[in-house]
């Protein structure tokens, strides 16, 4: 079982920045990819980003490439989600996800666990 916790969402200025956390409990956190995703009112979940178990790959969905970036800390069990240049349309709720398994993935149905999000709010 792995718990998660995010946290470092907030209200921002378009073209601001917040660095998103996410703290895991277990062991076995290392071995396992993680991603973000977001949900914006009235829309569907959305994958964000993913990392594999070891940092050594990662992927974007395109509308964050160049602006976000992930990464993990294993020693820490903790992931990040630094987002730079923010936009209006990032505004959501961000959710980090754990899947059992080394490889990243972009679908949300292959998480097996889920953090309870934090907002992100843009304004223009």
């Known amino acids: 079982q792995v718990q998660l916790a995010e946290s470092g969402g907030g209200l921002v200025q378009a073209g601001g920045s917040l660095r998103l956390s996410c703290a895991a409990s277990g062991r076995a956190f290392s071995n396992y990819a993680m991603g973000w995703f977001r949900q914006a009112p009235g829309k569907e979940r959305e994958f964000v980003a993913t990392?594999?178990?070891?940092?050594?790959?990662?992927y974007y969905t395109d509308s964050v490439k160049g602006r976000f970036t992930i990464s993990r800390d294993n020693a820490k069990s903790t992931a990040y989600l630094q987002m730079n240049s923010l936009k209006p349309e990032d505004t959501a709720v961000y959710y980090c996800?754990?899947?059992?398994?080394?490889?990243?993935?972009?679908?949300?149905?292959?998480?097996?666990?889920w953090g309870q999000g934090t907002q992100v709010t843009v304004s223009s």
């Open positions: 990392i594999s178990w070891s940092g050594g790959t990662t």
């Open positions: 996800a754990v899947r059992r398994t080394r490889r990243s993935g972009t679908s949300s149905g292959r998480y097996d666990y």
